[in-house]
């Protein structure tokens, strides 16, 4: 079956645009997580929805990071007035159980360039 | 606080060795599991093998196996009859199961293999 997918796979932008980053996950999976990767600071958390619970926001770096969950589904993850620093690589994954041994299933990623 | 540690910033092999990348964690939670990704050049994340804090046995994944020492706080990667295209960044990853469900993840080891 297809797996998560993340676009776009590639993403410029100006210091101070919004942009958005889109991601599916795989089919029936309740669980979505988006990480971010940095060559100074590896693979970190930044927020994760489980059904129609209140997702957990404890690893967005700022209030210019936000997300959301629509339909239990498809996830937009947001940076407005983006900065040099938010240049990464934006993963997200899924599982299909919240808590235990179920693994989670990371997308291609998106990677964000800001100049 | 959970800490993973993978001290082997990289690692040099000849193809059909073994080698074992090394993954020690930190965790107070008694229920937890531990994940090994290989992430290529391309950039995707690809789950290996996953190894629960419960579990009796190594668990072992055809050429993967995990060496796991619960009192030593370790679970290294053991890769069998390496082949060329084992070449990536090895990252190792923990979840408490009853604490926050996001991944933690090492520094990454990056292996390569040469011919």
């Known amino acids: 079956g297809a797996g998560v997918s993340q676009s776009p796979s590639n993403k410029v932008t100006e210091k101070g645009k919004d942009v958005e980053l889109r991601c599916d996950p795989i089919?029936?999976?309740?669980?979505l997580y988006w990480y971010r990767q940095s060559l100074g600071q590896g693979l970190e958390f930044l927020i994760y929805?489980?059904?129609?619970?209140?997702?957990?926001k404890s690893g967005l770096p700022s209030d210019r990071f936000s997300a959301e969950r629509t339909g239990g589904s498809v996830s937009t993850l947001t940076i407005q007035r983006t900065q040099q620093e938010d240049s990464a690589v934006y993963l997200c994954?899924?599982?299909?159980?919240?808590?235990?041994?179920?693994?989670?299933?990371f997308g291609p990623g998106t990677r964000l360039l800001v100049l | 606080a959970q800490k993973i540690t993978q001290t082997q910033p990289g690692m040099f092999v000849q193809e059909k060795e073994a080698v074992t990348l090394d993954c020690t964690y930190d965790?107070?939670?008694?229920?937890?599991?531990l994940f090994w990704y290989k992430q290529p050049s391309s950039g995707e994340m690809i789950f290996l093998i996953y190894?629960?804090?419960?579990?009796?046995q190594n668990a072992t994944e055809g050429r993967y196996s995990l060496n796991f020492q619960k009192a030593r706080k370790s679970a290294n990667l053991v890769i069998s009859a390496s082949q060329l295209g084992d070449s990536a960044m090895y990252f190792c990853?923990?979840?408490?199961?009853?604490?926050?469900?996001?991944?933690?993840f090492g520094q990454g080891t990056r292996l390569t293999i040469n011919p």
């Open positions: 089919s029936g999976h309740t669980a």
């Open positions: 990853a923990m979840r408490e199961v009853s604490g926050a469900q996001k991944l933690v």
């Open positions: 929805f489980q059904g129609n619970s209140a997702p957990d």
């Open positions: 965790t107070s939670d008694p229920s937890y599991g």
């Open positions: 190894q629960g804090s419960y579990d009796q």
């Open positions: 994954a899924s599982s299909g159980q919240p808590a235990g041994k179920e693994t989670q299933y």
